[in-house]
T-cell receptor
Framework: DTGVSQDPRHKITKRGQNVTFRCDPISEHNRLYWYRQTLGQGPEFLTYFQNEAQLEKSRLLSDRFSAERPKGSFSTLEIQRTEQGDSAMYLCASSPPGQGNNEQFFGPGTRLTVL | GIQVEQSPPDLILQEGANSTLRCNFS?????LQWFHQNPWGQLINLFYIPSGTKQNGRLSATTVATERYSLLYISSSQTTDSGVYFC??????????????FGKGTKLSVKP
């Protein structure tokens, strides 16, 4: 079990550029979550996938943000026309199927800096 | 939605001391987790504890679901325990798909 992985670990971009992040969940985990964490705050939920279906989106997920999980395995989070306010740590988590245990396991995060 | 409040916000300890971190939540929950965030930002799972008591080495946690709080105990603290501790909960009502609501964390500093 290799844990949740995220790529890249760091991204520096200029305002107005598009960026894409990737998350690979723990194998056999069918549930995948994206969160965003700004300095001094706890993570905030962005969106949730069960298999390939995107089942929930937070109000934080503006129309510049899009997430996909095309084959129910890895997921991508794209931010279009980045703004300085998008600078944050983007965290991905996964959890196993079933009702009895939905413990979430987090990846190392992608730290985005928008100049 | 559910509110998750942690206390204290900051805690400074001498190495070897014990501490208790508290997490209050405003609704019944079906998931409650404690995490330690290391200096690189990685969230390390400490406990999955929607109810009851668990222990793992020098750490233990208790959740009293009926009274809507959870406690994290750290005994014989070490400098490596420093960091931010988060409590996160998922409410036990329909319409939500399991996303965790995090508190603002307790920043722990253990001095040698």
């Amino acid at each position: 079990d290799t844990g949740v992985s995220q790529d890249p670990r760091h991204k520096i971009t200029k305002r107005g550029q598009n960026v894409t992040f990737r998350c690979d969940p723990i194998s056999e985990h069918n549930r995948l979550y994206w969160y965003r964490q700004t300095l001094g705050q706890g993570p905030e939920f962005l969106t949730y996938f069960q298999n390939e279906a995107q089942l929930e989106k937070s109000r934080l997920l503006s129309d510049r943000f899009s997430a996909e999980r095309p084959k129910g395995s890895f997921s991508t989070l794209e931010i279009q026309r980045t703004e300085q306010g998008d600078s944050a740590m983007y965290l991905c988590a996964s959890s196993p199927p079933g009702q009895g245990n939905n413990e979430q396991f987090f990846g190392p995060g992608t730290r985005l800096t928008v100049l | 939605g559910i509110q998750v409040e942690q206390s204290p916000p900051d805690l400074i300890l001498q190495e070897g001391a014990n501490s208790t971190l508290r997490c209050n939540f405003s609704d019944s929950v079906n998931n409650l987790q404690w995490f330690h965030q290391n200096p690189w930002g990685q969230l390390i799972n400490l406990f999955y504890i929607p109810s009851g008591t668990k222990q793992n080495g020098r750490l233990s946690a208790t959740t009293v679901a009926t009274e809507r709080y959870s406690l994290l105990y750290i005994s014989s603290s070490q400098t490596t325990d420093s960091g931010v501790y988060f409590c996160a909960a998922h409410p036990n009502y329909g319409g939500s798909q399991g996303n965790l609501i995090f508190g603002k964390g307790t920043k722990l500093s253990v001095k040698p």
